[in-house]
């Protein structure tokens, strides 16, 4: 039954199921499939609602691999896809309503009008998928959820937007309750459900204003080679770049310095390890000295091997305020 337009009222009290465990409440359908078919809930945006749309858009276009292509499930009237034109080049909806749709694609967007299914076919995976306001609707989420992940590519984000039925449900907020919404997520069960459907929580948040909970999550590409291929690869490109009489220090006296001489030796002489904690210079790792850094002593080598990846862009701009002209190598971009 359509909700507009009809004299029938259908009024029942509802069953209110919880996990105690994950937080997770859940109400029983009586929602037909049908009722979405002239669905059109939240077809105007005021002008608070549109900021937090575009900084949703911002974040996602930010974690997505790339800006090339971008879906949104449940499109509605396409008033996301008017925002993410900002942010990603190909744009595609899929929407139930004929009529919301219809009013999507005369904006120019190309919009399939159907129900979201395995079945839909795309000329390629997607870089970034919203889905919002989508989920509370359905009896089998998760279902949905994993379906989805299928049509992103490696390391491509799906972003979710649902009413947080966790504050719902600890302010009895009897007002947020409504027969459309069937499921009624915590930070705990909607994470837990992505997790499930193979993807890696990036963040989760709430809102109270509207009352939302946000999921950024990421398909994680597929592993590929193995940590010897990739050692390997790393070692190699190293002898590359250095000469038979090239004079060579490190940098970073930390934990990982004695794996990665343990690594290079066979090949390479270090004759020192540079490092700037004071605890540590005048020592030694596997018999090599540790100094401190200063313009005469970097400037005895030719290449220096950086075991402190983590520190990077401190150790760059450290050696070129010392005025270091040889070359810098970084284990981690080899």
Same mark, same amino acid.
């Given at each position: 039954m359509?909700?507009?337009?009809?004299?029938?009222l259908?009024l029942?009290?509802?069953e209110?199921?919880?996990c105690?465990?994950?937080?997770?409440?859940q109400i029983?359908?009586?929602?037909?499939?049908?009722?979405y078919?002239?669905?059109?809930m939240? +077809?105007?945006?005021?002008?608070?609602?549109?900021r937090?749309?575009?900084?949703?858009?911002?974040?996602?276009s930010?974690?997505?691999?790339?800006?090339?292509?971008?879906?949104?499930?449940?499109?509605?009237?396409?008033?996301y896809?008017?925002?993410?034109k900002n942010?990603?080049?190909?744009?595609y909806g899929?929407?139930?309503?004929?009529r +919301?749709a219809?009013?999507?694609r005369q904006?120019g967007?190309?919009?399939i009008?159907?129900?979201?299914?395995?079945g839909?076919?795309?000329?390629?995976?997607?870089?970034?998928i919203s889905?919002?306001?989508?989920?509370?609707?359905?009896?089998?989420?998760?279902a949905f959820?994993?379906?989805a992940?299928?049509?992103?590519?490696d390391?491509?984000?799906?972003l979710?937007?649902?009413?947080?039925?966790?504050r719902?449900?600890?302010k009895?907020?009897?007002y947020?309750?409504?027969t459309d919404?069937i499921?009624?997520?915590s930070?705990n069960?909607?994470?837990?459900?992505?997790?499930?459907?193979?993807?890696?929580?990036i963040?989760?948040q709430?809102?109270?204003?509207?009352?939302?909970?946000?999921?950024?999550v990421?398909?994680?590409?597929k592993?590929?080679?193995?940590?010897?291929?990739?050692?390997q690869?790393?070692?190699?490109?190293?002898?590359?770049?250095?000469q038979?009489d090239?004079?060579?220090?490190?940098?970073g006296?930390g934990a990982?310095?004695?794996?990665?001489i343990s690594?290079?030796k066979?090949?390479?002489?270090?004759?020192?390890?540079?490092d700037?904690?004071?605890?540590k210079?005048?020592?030694?790792?596997?018999?090599?000295?540790?100094?401190k850094?200063?313009?005469n002593?970097?400037s005895?080598?030719?290449?220096?091997i950086?075991?402190?990846?983590?520190?990077k862009?401190q150790?760059?701009k450290q050696?070129?305020?010392?005025?270091?002209?040889?070359k810098?190598?970084t284990?981690e971009? +080899?």
């Amino acid at each position: 039954m359509s909700l507009y337009d009809s004299n029938e009222l259908n009024l029942r009290d509802l069953e209110i199921f919880n996990c105690n465990s994950c937080g997770h409440t859940q109400i029983p359908a009586f929602i037909d499939k049908d009722y979405y078919q002239d669905y059109s809930m939240g +077809s105007f945006w005021g002008d608070s609602f549109k900021r937090i749309r575009e900084h949703q858009l911002e974040r996602l276009s930010t974690f997505a691999p790339s800006s090339n292509s971008f879906l949104d499930i449940g499109c509605g009237v396409g008033h996301y896809l008017g925002l993410a034109k900002n942010y990603f080049k190909e744009l595609y909806g899929v929407e139930p309503s004929l009529r +919301s749709a219809m009013i999507a694609r005369q904006k120019g967007f190309s919009v399939i009008n159907d129900y979201f299914h395995e079945g839909l076919n795309f000329d390629s995976c997607f870089d970034a998928i919203s889905i919002i306001e989508v989920l509370e609707h359905l009896e089998d989420p998760s279902a949905f959820l994993a379906n989805a992940s299928k049509y992103l590519s490696d390391d491509g984000i799906i972003l979710v937007e649902v009413p947080n039925g966790q504050r719902i449900l600890e302010k009895h907020l009897y007002y947020n309750l409504c027969t459309d919404h069937i499921q009624y997520f915590s930070v705990n069960s909607l994470t837990t459900m992505a997790n499930r459907a193979g993807l890696t929580t990036i963040c989760v948040q709430e809102s109270s204003n509207p009352n939302l909970l946000e999921l950024y999550v990421k398909k994680p590409s597929k592993p590929t080679g193995s940590f010897t291929i990739k050692r390997q690869l790393t070692l190699d490109i190293i002898y590359s770049e250095i000469q038979h009489d090239t004079r060579i220090a490190a940098w970073g006296a930390g934990a990982e310095a004695a794996c990665f001489i343990s690594m290079l030796k066979e090949n390479i002489m270090i004759e020192c390890i540079f490092d700037s904690d004071q605890s540590k210079q005048g020592h030694t790792i596997l018999g090599i000295p540790i100094e401190k850094p200063s313009s005469n002593n970097i400037s005895k080598y030719t290449a220096i091997i950086l075991f402190a990846n983590a520190h990077k862009k401190q150790i760059q701009k450290q050696l070129r305020e010392l005025g270091y002209m040889g070359k810098l190598i970084t284990l981690e971009d +080899s």
